[in-house]
């Protein structure tokens, strides 16, 4: 099980970026996907997930209105559509998967975790 996190980069406060949560080695529509982020001196904190059966999701507060989390079964990936951001979204964003589908998007303990990619919201 391989995850892999892309799309950050360096945006102005009120930007957009596209973050793609990739899989290989597993159907990636068969399992919850979330979304994480860790900034410099905090804690890693959710983001977003989206679960395996019917595609409902959850997102944090301080995101929500924001950002989008969906899924291309086709392409194996997973997007967080990260639009008006602002430069306390700044933070290493990671996506994440577990094979406990019983928990849906609340695992207490994510198994498979991707790299990382770092999102900078800075003028």
């Known amino acids: 099980v391989q995850l892999q996190a892309s799309g950050g980069g360096l945006v102005q406060p009120g930007g957009s970026l596209r973050l793609s949560c990739t899989a290989s080695?597993?159907?990636?529509?068969?399992?919850?996907i979330g979304w994480f982020r860790q900034a410099p001196g905090k804690q890693r904190e959710g983001v977003s997930c989206i679960s395996s059966s019917d595609g409902s999701s959850w997102t944090a507060d301080s995101v929500k209105g924001r950002f989008t989390i969906s899924r291309d079964n086709a392409k194996n990936t997973v997007y967080l559509q990260m639009n008006n951001l602002k430069p306390e979204d700044t933070a290493v964003y990671y996506c994440a998967t577990d094979t406990r589908t019983a928990y849906g998007c609340y695992v207490p303990d994510w198994a498979y975790w991707g790299q990382g990619t770092l999102v900078t919201v800075s003028s």
């Open positions: 080695g597993f159907t990636l529509d068969y399992y919850a």
